[in-house]
């Protein structure tokens, strides 16, 4: 059974950083592209960033340039969302997805984790 399991989410001050990780189990992720979800309280999920499976091509959505940094280790099969300088507005349940096999970009997403919720106090 295929799992995506995310951690290091927490309460945090405006200011403070984290790093959110997922790791699949079940089978290799190493071929697939991956990305971190957000969805704020009362607002749809909006796609945070993306790594495609070698880790040369990446996304972020333009609120998130230069604080957040999408990373991997396929021999870990984890994927890691560094966050700086964290506000409140970056409060939300941070959700971990993956495409299929063989995909190079999400999305579409195959795969969803259980999500990890990051709270931002001011």
């Known amino acids: 059974q295929v799992q995506l399991v995310e951690s290091g989410g927490g309460l945090v001050q405006a200011g403070g950083s984290l790093r959110l990780s997922c790791t699949a189990s079940g089978r290799a992720f190493s071929n697939n592209a991956m990305g971190w979800v957000r969805q704020a309280p009362g607002k749809e999920r909006v796609f945070v960033a993306a790594i495609n499976w070698s880790g040369e091509s990446l996304y972020y959505v333009p609120s998130v340039k230069g604080r957040f940094t999408i990373s991997r280790d396929n021999s870990k099969n984890t994927v890691y969302l560094q966050m700086n300088s964290l506000k409140p507005g970056h409060t939300a349940v941070y959700y971990c997805?993956?495409?299929?096999?063989?995909?190079?970009?999400?999305?579409?997403?195959?795969?969803w984790g259980q999500g990890t919720q990051l709270t931002v106090s001011s």
């Open positions: 997805a993956a495409g299929s096999a063989d995909s190079e970009y999400v999305p579409p997403v195959t795969y």
